[in-house]
């Protein structure tokens, strides 16, 4: 009774400098941390109490040393167990907590696998208990060889030995199992927030992450998650401004064609990503006359966008003033060039002049593909061709324009860039000039906007299931 009441005491001194250690040792830690130092400060109070209790027992009341440190083995093995619970429950409370606050922690640095926490934990408890277990049994083989040899002794014996190996066996039972519940409770927390999580993602839903509370696989697989929905909002916020920028393009895009007597206009732009470099274009010139440009942007996506827009806002400046075509295009070329020489890109343009009172057509080519004019009535193609460098690649070339009158009525012109003719269809077959011109010749007799339609729908035929591989666009002009 008098060394229960001792160790009763101990534990109480113990538990009353708890508080103030657990403040300043466990909870100024990490959170993942807090749990594995939760269990140091408990089991090496435990330790305390029991040498204490060893120390104070030889002093006091003359203990052997056997004696001392069979109370330090037990208060070490109450300890275990007891820190073990202390510790899974401290692991919940930072669970919970970062539940609760929507606390978003790093990723483990360093990894402690649950195998080696489980192997750990299984070969200490086992040494413990085989340590108990052979000094039950040792007192009770040193007992039984006092009482002496008598069948009544032998019967008490089995019966005390017995119970008590069934009594401390009861009592490590009971704190297994209070433990596999403990734990149970943890994983379940992690479980469910883990696959509440994933299941937000596959939904859509990306304001959550997972808390990362430990350090062991689940925390690796809560930091990885986590690293996943972080890329899946960035990716979701590029696509958003894609799509914004992608929007912005359309909108500088003609919405409808001019109404011209005498014409009859349709024209498109179709990307190989959300923003391309080609663009088209009509703006009105003096005298009644019509401009149309067909410009293609080296490259794709974003920067072949930005530049286009910029090329498009320096050509309708210019067209604005007074000029030819030639010195027009030779202003734009030296603007343009200020902002590419640095970066390699460039532009080819094609650049056309339609005046419907006079039938004339002038135009000048910068390095873009000739436009393709067929004339119906009498079944030909020819090309408005002429020389011209691509724009922003000398800052000094100066373009020529290019002039032609009259035309049949009924003559179609085709302006469009290098992804009409170089799409690929599955076998590698590029659908090129004579394709082009055989749907223009079946369709010549239609609208501008039906003839257009036809192109694309023969393009999108041609093409199958391969991908497009640049950006398209065309413009379609009927001579009436």
Same mark, same amino acid.
């Given at each position: 009774m %008098?060394?229960?009441?001792?160790?009763?005491?101990?534990?109480?001194?113990?538990?009353?400098?708890?508080k103030s250690l657990?403040?300043?040792?466990? #909870?100024?830690?990490?959170?993942?941390?807090?749990?594995?130092?939760?269990?140091?400060?408990?089991?090496?109070?435990?330790? %305390?109490?029991?040498?204490?209790?060893?120390?104070?027992?030889?002093?006091?009341?003359?203990?052997?040393?056997?004696?001392?440190?069979?109370?330090?083995?037990g208060c070490s093995v109450a300890g275990f167990f007891l820190s073990l619970d202390t510790s899974l429950a401290r692991e919940r409370a930072v669970i919970q907590k970062v539940l609760a606050t929507d606390m978003v922690l790093p990723p483990p640095t360093r990894l402690y696998p649950m195998t080696r926490k489980f192997s750990l934990v299984a070969f200490t408890a086992i040494l413990f208990v085989s340590a108990i277990i052979g000094l039950v049994i040792s007192g009770d083989v040193a007992w039984l060889a006092k009482i002496g040899q008598s069948s009544m002794s032998v019967t008490q014996a089995q019966q005390a030995v017995t119970f008590e190996v069934f009594f401390v066996m009861a009592v490590l039972l009971v704190w297994v199992v209070n433990l596999i519940i403990s734990y149970s409770r943890n994983l379940k927390l992690l479980f469910e927030n883990e696959t509440s999580v994933l299941e937000r993602v596959s939904q859509g839903d990306l304001t959550r992450l997972v808390p990362v509370a430990n350090n062991d696989e689940f925390g690796v697989i809560a930091g990885h998650t986590n690293t996943m929905i972080e890329g899946l909002r960035h990716r979701i916020e590029l696509i958003t401004a894609l799509k914004l920028a992608e929007e912005v393009?359309?909108?500088?895009?003609p919405q409808k064609p001019p109404s011209l007597p005498g014409l009859d206009i349709a024209g498109t732009s179709i990307y190989c990503d959300e923003t391309g470099g080609d663009y088209y274009d009509y703006f009105e010139l003096s005298n009644g006359r019509l401009g149309v440009v067909v410009a293609d942007v080296s490259g794709h996506g974003v920067g072949a966008a930005l530049l286009m827009t910029t090329a498009r806002a320096l050509l309708r400046q210019r067209a604005a003033m007074t000029g030819d075509l030639a010195h027009i295009v030779s202003d734009v070329n030296q603007e343009l060039f200020r902002d590419v020489q640095e970066s390699g890109r460039f532009m080819t343009m094609f650049l056309l002049e339609i005046h419907p009172t006079a039938k004339t057509l002038g135009w000048v080519r910068g390095g873009h593909d000739p436009a393709i004019l067929y004339d119906a009535a009498?079944? %030909?193609?020819?090309?408005?061709?002429?020389?011209?460098?691509?724009?922003?690649?000398?800052?000094?070339?100066?373009?020529?324009?290019f002039t032609r009158?009259?035309?049949?009525?009924?003559?179609?012109?085709?302006?469009? %860039?290098?992804?009409?003719?170089?799409?690929?269809?599955?076998?590698?077959?590029?659908?090129?000039?004579?394709? #082009?011109?055989?749907v223009i010749?079946?369709?010549?007799?239609?609208?501008a906007e039906e003839i257009q339609e036809e192109v694309i729908d023969a393009l999108r035929t041609?093409?199958?299931?391969?991908p497009q591989e640049d950006d398209i666009t065309l413009v379609v002009v009927k001579l009436l």
């Open positions: %008098t060394l229960g009441v001792i160790v009763l005491a101990a534990f109480l001194g113990a538990f009353a400098s708890r657990e403040h300043s040792f466990v #909870l100024s830690a990490s959170e993942p941390s807090q749990p594995k130092r939760q269990f140091s400060l408990d089991f090496l109070l435990s330790l %305390t109490v029991g040498l204490a209790v060893m120390i104070f027992n030889m002093a006091v009341f003359k203990f052997p040393v056997s004696s001392g440190l069979k109370v330090v083995l393009q359309q909108n500088l895009l009498e079944d %030909t193609f020819s090309e408005l061709a002429g020389e011209g460098m691509a724009l922003g690649v000398n800052k000094n070339f100066q373009f020529q324009e009158e009259g035309w049949t009525p009924g003559s179609v012109i085709i302006v469009g %860039t290098d992804g009409i003719r170089e799409t690929h269809n599955e076998e590698n077959e590029m659908f090129g000039l004579d394709r #082009l011109r055989e010749r079946k369709h010549a007799a239609e609208p041609f093409q199958g299931d391969a």
